[in-house]
């Protein structure tokens, strides 16, 4: 058995949890979520917390227990107090914007990049150069995370570029002024 999927998910108060067969519905302050759970994990709803556990012991239900857990707990954690990511633009003249519903970045192209922010994120741009993520569902705020960070990754020479805040960018040595 996992051991992840063998904790109790505690249940804040104020979140209410639904089951419907294999779907799972999450509801808080913060919104709704719902997600399928695979076949093969059974759920038990009980006073103030969730039990994961499989219906038969093959490696396919053993590998799936962990997952359920860790995606039912994250639902729970998403509608109460969402998830956060913050980017950072790092280079002379690299700054963002929102205009609308686009994050607009001037990020050293010859046009600005627009990047449509999708329905569930929101997304604030901090002092021109700090970029939160943030939103209910954690594998969409991750995702748009990463894809803003793919418009410019940073480079290895100077670090320009946009990256997670606190990443390290391991920096290489240009060239050597002759010998």
């Given at each position: 058995m996992s051991r992840i999927g063998k904790k109790p998910i505690e249940?804040?108060?104020?979140?209410?949890?639904?089951?419907d067969g294999s779907l799972v519905t999450a509801e808080g302050p913060k919104g709704t979520l719902s997600?399928?759970?695979?076949?093969?994990i059974e759920i038990v709803l009980k006073e103030n917390e969730v039990l994961i556990g499989t219906r038969s012991d093959d490696t396919k239900g053993r590998s799936l227990h962990?997952?359920?857990r860790t995606l039912v707990a994250n639902m729970i954690t998403g509608v109460s107090k969402g998830f956060e990511k913050s980017l950072e633009i790092v280079g002379v003249g690299y700054r963002g914007e929102i205009a609308g519903d686009n994050l607009v970045l001037l990020i050293g192209y010859s046009n600005p990049v627009?990047?449509?922010i999708?329905?569930?994120i929101t997304v604030r741009v901090d002092k021109q150069v700090n970029v939160v993520v943030s939103g209910i569902d954690k594998e969409l705020v991750g995702r748009v995370a990463s894809e803003i960070r793919d418009?410019?990754?940073?480079e290895p020479y100077k670090g320009k570029g946009i990256r997670y805040a606190g990443e390290y960018v391991r920096k290489k040595v240009g060239k050597s002024a002759g010998t």
């Open positions: 249940i804040p108060d104020g979140i209410k949890i639904k089951l997600r399928e759970i695979p076949e093969g962990g997952l359920a627009k990047y449509k999708l329905e569930g418009l410019k990754k940073p």
